[in-house]
């Protein structure tokens, strides 16, 4: 078994093993332990997971008792074939022993046992943390210090989702989208649930935008918070049991791991307990709860799954990432599900009956996905809804495609005095050079103050590429061959001038991603205070919109915002195509 084993090695760790048998020291050391996953494992999605095979590596035929693997980190943890606590280990192999994921063990190592690794954040910034590799027998240790960045992903909508189905026997049981579902279980009976972690590549695409290290999602760290509420739960008197179905997979384009060093099938004796899987993006696995005593008639046993940092379960805010998370309540006293579930308060905006569309809004921010059906030029148009405040806004036009093909054209109301620029961010897969041509409708800024920096995603420093230039309306000016990355063009009024309104047109051939403009809004300057931007969309395809105003800029953001989205034909003629108002 062993010589099998070593015949399977790589040429690499061939020549490694080979070194170490010239050499005239034998004994194993911690120098042995061969690190091979990240020390600065960079930009990770929060909820998604970084995984490094064979990310910890023994590389002695010398004998010691013992390896452990040890983080207290929460972010950090260690995975791979292995056998859970309760397991008996079969005859004539020697296993990893998984006590969680922040220890795992193996007695007895040969060469070429290994582990993998994995980095999940839960919250966005900087994190480090220390591992530690100790052997034993001979005793010596290895110390390693690991750095991770997490990105926050959207609250209101985010770009791994996860999609939560609930079966009694064969029958689905009807909650629809809704988050929190209330399910009733006959005693002895069972509720299984199938899970799939998912990721909306548009959104990612709109992330990895504003984070060009960001990290593509290829697993996912999911939990599950079972609570019992109001059942006289209390140690060893459990209303449920609780199973974790299907195999572990180890493959990495088929990954699964329950994270829980009892085992899938221990449920601990605690009424409330906590589970954490390990899964591939789009692969769907199953979890069971089993009735095991009368819940009450107002008891019940909830079960929240949820996308790691995407939701909390001890101060759950239904507001937020309601794609990323699923509570179901089981009881024995509830009725049986008919009507409509119970669902977190969510603004529907009206829309054309040609265009039905879920929208999501709140204070600060309003996402609307809309279809576009041709390909063809079209103009957002955004304007104060009535009674709303004027102020600062903002909008973010992202294609599901990610091109934008030729450059974007934007405009807004300028501030008197130079207070308050306009502004198109957009970002440059390949260096080229950007036209510019500025425009201003009001007469009232003689000379616009124009602006181009590149700006730094991870500090967010800016640097001037391009002016400070004052440019009249309808002038153009070409930059010099600017370096793929984000980019902000700006343009303002000057000390002694009315509040103006411009616009602004960049074309190019290498815009991707998303495209933010914005500035200040009101329903009178140049005509009507209108915002807009203006694109082309190459193919059919979805566009998400949106919108910002309200708390997105505190003490200056603008009111309510309607939207507008016209087609625009060759001629300059525009037909409504989309709104989010009646």
């Given at each position: 078994m062993k010589f099998t084993n070593f015949l399977h090695l790589s040429s690499q760790t061939l020549f490694v093993s080979?070194?170490?048998?010239?050499?005239?020291?034998?004994?194993?050391?911690?120098?042995?332990?061969?690190?091979?996953?990240?020390?600065?494992?960079?930009?990770?999605?929060?909820?998604?997971?970084?995984?490094?095979?064979?990310?910890?590596?023994?590389?002695?035929?010398?004998?010691?008792?013992?390896?452990?693997?040890?983080?207290?980190?929460?972010?950090?943890?260690?995975?791979?074939?292995?056998?859970?606590?309760?397991?008996?280990?079969?005859?004539?192999?020697?296993p990893w022993t998984f006590n969680s994921p922040r220890r795992v063990s193996i007695s007895n190592p040969y060469f070429g046992d290994n582990m993998n690794h994995f980095f999940a954040p839960f919250e966005g910034g900087e994190v480090t943390a220390s591992h530690e590799y100790v052997i034993l027998s001979p005793t010596d240790s290895k110390t390693v210090t690991v750095t991770g960045i997490g990105v926050p992903?959207?609250?209101?909508?985010?770009?791994?989702?996860?999609?939560?189905?609930?079966n009694q026997g064969s029958t689905q049981v009807p909650c629809g989208d809704a988050n929190i579902c209330q399910v009733p279980v006959t005693l002895k009976g069972a509720a299984r649930f199938t899970i799939t972690p998912t990721v909306d590549h548009s959104r990612?695409?709109?992330?990895?935008?504003?984070?060009?290290?960001?990290?593509?999602?290829?697993?996912?760290?999911?939990?599950?918070?079972?609570?019992?509420?109001?059942?006289?739960c209390s140690r060893g008197y459990l209303s449920f049991k609780d199973l974790g179905v299907g195999s572990n997979s180890f493959k990495e384009s088929d990954y699964y791991h329950y994270l829980e060093g009892g085992g899938p099938s221990h449920t601990p004796d605690a009424c409330t307990r906590n589970y954490s899987f390990l899964v591939s993006v789009n692969k769907s696995?199953?979890?069971?709860?089993?009735?095991?005593?009368?819940?009450?008639?107002?008891?019940?046993?909830?079960?929240?799954?949820?996308?790691?940092?995407?939701?909390?379960?001890?101060?759950?805010?239904?507001?937020?990432?309601?794609?990323?998370?699923?509570?179901?309540?089981?009881?024995?006293?509830?009725?049986?599900?008919?009507?409509?579930?119970?669902?977190?308060?969510?603004?529907?905006?009206?829309?054309?009956?040609?265009?039905?569309?879920k929208s999501f809004c709140d204070d600060q921010s309003c996402v609307y996905?809309?279809?576009?059906?041709?390909?063809?030029?079209?103009?957002?148009?955004?304007?104060?809804?009535?009674?709303?405040?004027?102020?600062?806004?903002?909008?973010?036009?992202?294609?599901?495609?990610?091109?934008?093909?030729?450059?974007?054209?934007?405009?807004?109301?300028?501030?008197?005095?130079?207070?308050?620029?306009?502004?198109?961010?957009?970002?440059?897969?390949?260096?080229?050079?950007?036209?510019?041509?500025?425009?201003?409708?009001?007469?009232?800024?003689?000379?616009l103050l124009t602006l181009l920096e590149r700006q730094d995603i991870n500090t967010g420093v800016r640097t001037t590429e391009f002016g400070p230039q004052k440019m009249t309306s309808g002038q153009s000016a070409q930059t010099s061959v600017l370096d793929a990355g984000f980019y902000v063009a700006s343009a303002s009024s000057q000390a002694g001038n009315s509040r103006g309104r411009f616009g602004i047109s960049l074309t190019g051939k290498n815009f991707t991603g998303g495209v933010n403009l914005g500035g200040s809004i009101d329903t009178y300057t140049g005509g009507n205070g209108e915002g807009f931007g203006a694109f082309y969309v190459t193919s059919p395809q979805e566009v998400r919109f949106?919108?910002?105003?309200?708390?997105?800029?505190?003490?200056?953001?603008?009111?309510?915002?309607?939207?507008?989205?016209?087609?625009?034909?060759?001629?300059?003629?525009?037909?409504?195509?989309?709104?989010?108002?009646?």
């Open positions: 080979l070194s170490l048998l010239s050499s005239n020291t034998y004994a194993a050391s911690a120098a042995n332990i061969q690190v091979n996953h990240c020390s600065e494992c960079g930009q990770v999605l929060i909820g998604a997971a970084r995984l490094d095979f064979r990310g910890i590596y023994w590389t002695s035929y010398d004998a010691v008792s013992g390896l452990n693997l040890n983080t207290v980190a929460q972010t950090f943890g260690f995975t791979g074939d292995s056998l859970y606590l309760s397991d008996t280990p079969p005859i004539g192999k020697n992903d959207g609250e209101i909508s985010p770009a791994i989702t996860l999609n939560v189905v609930t990612f695409s709109e992330l990895a935008l504003a984070y060009p290290g960001l990290q593509e999602v290829k697993y996912v760290l999911v939990k599950l918070r079972v609570a019992e509420k109001d059942t006289q696995f199953q979890f069971q709860a089993t009735n095991n005593r009368d819940t009450g008639q107002n008891g019940y046993a909830e079960y929240a799954f949820y996308v790691n940092g995407h939701y909390d379960p001890n101060t759950p805010d239904l507001s937020k990432w309601v794609d990323s998370w699923k509570v179901v309540q089981l009881g024995n006293h509830f009725p049986p599900v008919t009507g409509e579930p119970i669902t977190p308060p969510v603004t529907e905006t009206p829309t054309t009956p040609e265009e039905p569309v996905p809309v279809s576009i059906d041709k390909a063809g030029f079209y103009v957002a148009s955004v304007n104060l809804a009535p009674g709303s405040t004027e102020g600062f806004w903002g909008l973010s036009v992202n294609t599901s495609s990610g091109i934008n093909a030729g450059g974007f054209n934007a405009g807004t109301v300028l501030r008197e005095n130079g207070m308050e620029p306009g502004f198109v961010a957009f970002y440059l897969a390949k260096p080229e050079a950007v036209n510019m041509t500025v425009f201003e409708y009001s007469g009232q800024v003689p000379e949106t919108l910002l105003f309200g708390n997105s800029y505190p003490t200056r953001g603008a009111g309510v915002l309607t939207l507008d989205i016209y087609s625009q034909d060759a001629e300059g003629k525009r037909v409504l195509y989309w709104t989010n108002h009646p």
